[in-house]
């Protein structure tokens, strides 16, 4: 092996390192004014799909944040985010307590934030690595420096998953409910919210008595929030 090999080595590691920053970082501000149509968990499920044997249909469509219900921007953040509008793409408090919960012997609940969500269905995979956690905190804080909270939101309830196959809020409504995104109610929208933790096992339009519960939970917690007027706290 050539004596000159690490320094060699290093060179090209910071040469990689600087063009994933690089590339990242374009990819955000792309994403910051451009529509966003799929996402690699898009990818992800339809590559499993023809591991499978299969050929998922992908149903997914842009709409903007004007065509975007209110009530689900609102039933979003209360039942997955709700210190979304004040937090920079992490929530230390929520953190706190589930590793507090861990350290006595309780799961370790998750803690996962609306920007992280979006940079990782955006950008990365799904399940669990400690090298995915933190490729997801750097596209977090990137789209926390770059991107203004309602554009955030706005591209999550694009892209997020609501069944197999189903992304975004359009797709979803559509799917649910046969309404556009743009009209769907308070109950309708609460229990869209309610069933992300388990897109492709709980139902919004069948839901069971534990979604039912969920979305009421939600309910609530969209009153408590103060309704459609919470989104004013994006500005």
Do not use: C
């Not at 006595?104 to 400690?130: E, H, I, M, V, Y």
């Not at 596209?139 to 591209?155: D, G, H, M, N």
């Amino acid at each position: 092996m050539p004596s000159g090999w690490p320094r060699t080595f290093l060179r090209y590691l910071v040469i990689a390192i600087a063009a994933f920053v690089g590339l990242s970082v374009l990819f955000a501000l792309v994403f910051r004014f451009v529509p966003v149509f799929g996402s690699m968990v898009m990818v992800e499920r339809k590559v499993s799909s023809w591991f499978h044997g299969d050929n998922l249909t992908i149903e997914q469509q842009w709409e903007p944040w004007s065509r975007l219900s209110d009530n689900a921007k609102v039933a979003v953040m209360a039942g997955e985010d709700q210190r979304f509008p004040e937090h920079w793409g992490f929530d230390v408090a929520q953190i706190k307590r589930s590793l507090a919960s861990w350290s006595d012997g309780g799961d370790l609940r998750g803690a996962s934030t609306l920007s992280q969500q979006t940079a990782r269905n955006l950008f990365l995979w799904t399940g669990r690595s400690w090298i995915r956690k933190g490729l997801e905190a750097w596209f977090t804080l990137l789209l926390e420096a770059l991107w203004p909270k309602q554009r955030i939101l706005e591209v999550y309830l694009n892209i997020a998953e609501w069944d197999t196959g189903v992304f975004g809020l359009e797709a979803a409504a559509q799917h649910y409910f046969g309404t556009s995104a743009a009209n769907l109610s308070v109950s309708q929208a609460s229990r869209l919210a309610a069933i992300l933790p388990n897109p492709r096992g709980w139902s919004a339009s069948q839901p069971s008595a534990h979604v039912q519960q969920r979305a009421a939970w939600i309910q609530r917690q969209m009153r408590q929030l103060g309704g459609t007027a919470f989104l004013q706290r994006l500005d």
